[in-house]
C-alpha cells in the first residue's frame, strides 16, 4: 500500500484532457513540494514535473501540475498516443524520513 | 549531461547480498548540493527509494529497508554504491541509480538505465 495514492488508471481520447490525483497528508504533500515522473513503457522514469508546478527544460506545456492542501494534481491536455505511461508522484515524508510514491497511474489513449 | 550507468550481478542467490555500483559520466559525484540515491521497481510494481547518499558521507535510509541496506561512496572512481543484504525474491526488481539536485525532496533528475537483479537459487 503506498502512501500516496493514485487511481490505477485514467483514459481519454486523442486531444482530450486527463487528470491524476494524488492523494496524502500533512506529513508529505501538504507539508513540502510534490513531483511527478514519466515512464514510458519499457523505459526509465522521467522527470516530469518539478517543485508543485514547475516543467524541467523540453517538457511541453500540456502537461501541468498544482496542489492544494494535502492533494496534487497532473493534468495532460492535447492527449496524443506518445503520452501513453505510467505516471507517478512523488514527495518527501517528514514522519516516514521517506521519500514516498503513488502507486502510479496508467494512462490510456482511447 | 549527466550520465549513469549501473553496474553488478544480475542474478543474486536467496540469503546473499546484492551489490550493485553506479558510475557516474559528464559529472562529479563530489559535486556540491549534489546528492545521489538508488531506486528500485519489482516487476510490473510502483518506485520504492532505497537510499540516498552525499559526497561528504551523509546517507538517509528508506526505514523499511534501513537494517539490511549499505550506502556509499567513492569520489576517486566517481562511483557511489549499493549493498543489500539478505536478500529474497521479494528483492528482484530493477535497481536504478540516479542524481538528486537536492534534498530532503523527491526530486530525481538524472536517471541510470537500470540493472535488472533476480533473486534466485
Known amino acids: 500500500q503506498s502512501v500516496l495514492t493514485q487511481p490505477p488508471s485514467v483514459s481519454a481520447a486523442p486531444g482530450q484532457k486527463v487528470t491524476i490525483s494524488c492523494s496524502g497528508s500533512?506529513?508529505?504533500?501538504?507539508?513540502?513540494?510534490v513531483f511527478w515522473y514519466q515512464q514510458l513503457p519499457g523505459t526509465v522514469p522521467k522527470l516530469l514535473i518539478y517543485d508543485d508546478d514547475k516543467r524541467p527544460s523540453g517538457i511541453p506545456e500540456r502537461f501541468s501540475a498544482s496542489k492544494s492542501g494535502t492533494s496534487a494534481t497532473l493534468g495532460i491536455t492535447g492527449l496524443q498516443t506518445g503520452d501513453e505511461a505510467d505516471y507517478y508522484c512523488?514527495?518527501?515524508?517528514?514522519?516516514?524520513?521517506?521519500?514516498?510514491f503513488g502507486g502510479g497511474t496508467k494512462v490510456t489513449v482511447l | 549531461q549527466v550520465q549513469l550507468q549501473e553496474s553488478g550481478p544480475g542474478l543474486v542467490e536467496p540469503s546473499e547480498t546484492l551489490s550493485l555500483t553506479c558510475t557516474v559520466s559528464?559529472?562529479?559525484?563530489?559535486?556540491?548540493?549534489?546528492?545521489w540515491g538508488w531506486i528500485r521497481q519489482p516487476p510490473g510494481q510502483g518506485l520504492q527509494w532505497i537510499a540516498t547518499?552525499?559526497?561528504?558521507?551523509?546517507?538517509y535510509y528508506n526505514p523499511s529497508l534501513k537494517s539490511r541496506v549499505t550506502i556509499s561512496i567513492d569520489a576517486s572512481e566517481n562511483h557511489f554504491s549499493l549493498r543489500l543484504r539478505s536478500v529474497t525474491a521479494a528483492d528482484t526488481a530493477v535497481y536504478h541509480c540516479?542524481?538528486?539536485?537536492?534534498?530532503?525532496?523527491?526530486?530525481?533528475?538524472?536517471w541510470g538505465q537500470g540493472a535488472l537483479v533476480t533473486v534466485s537459487s
Open positions: 559528464g559529472g562529479s559525484v563530489s559535486s556540491p548540493n549534489t546528492y
Open positions: 512523488g514527495t518527501w515524508d517528514s514522519g516516514l524520513s521517506a521519500v514516498v
Open positions: 547518499i552525499y559526497h561528504t558521507g551523509g546517507t
Open positions: 500533512v506529513s508529505n504533500i501538504g507539508d513540502t513540494y
Open positions: 540516479a542524481r538528486l539536485p537536492d534534498w530532503p525532496r523527491a526530486h530525481f533528475d538524472y
